[in-house]
């Protein structure tokens, strides 16, 4: 695996070692405007990797220093992000500039990346994670387009597809045992999700962000029987 060199100054000391792995998307027009501002010292922004379209993968910063792409965050009681996790930007302009799939090259070199720094770390299949996952009321990133059932096919993260589950929907407004049940699986998975047994906002979004990772078919915030079963079959693998 060839890697290209890119330094940024933008990290601090890591005091243990990373066990998370947050993959986000760039969100820019262009993956050298990304690289440009990963390492400009006034943007106080950097990932330890940036995956281009062509496959090619930058390193930023040493992944045994605290790099800042997490922000204000949260997963399985982790609300450090930056110092538990290893950040790997994949060039795309996101849903503010053309959301478009993510190529192949790119996407094996992602695979590729992933194998390499999980041999030097311990990080559990449950957290490696999207950026959306972590901070799911400020962001969409990687997003649906983002193949994570590839990536979990090639031994990176977790997936389930459960045989079909003809349970009802909850959506906003519902209340009762099953939104308190669907709020406990949320958290056990590791969102910060309140468990009051409202279908609120908060878990409308929180939902979307699940969708966005485990059943990108569907990205709506309403918790149909399919992604009601596919967060308690991931639980099972969890
Ligand atoms: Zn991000």
Redesign the pocket.
Known sequence: MEIIEAPSSNFDTRLRPPDMLVL?YTGMRSGEEALARLCDPDARVSSHYVVEEDGRIFRLVREERRAW?AGVSFWQGETDCNAASVGIEIVNPGHDFGYRPFPEAQIRSVIELCTDIRSRWTIPDHRIIG?SDIAPFR?L?PGELFPWKRLAKAGHGLWAEPPPAPGAALALGDEGPGVLVLQGGLARLGYDAARSGVYDDACATTITAFQRHWRPEKVDGVADGETRARLMALLRLA
């Open positions: 986000h792409h950026h962001k990133d």
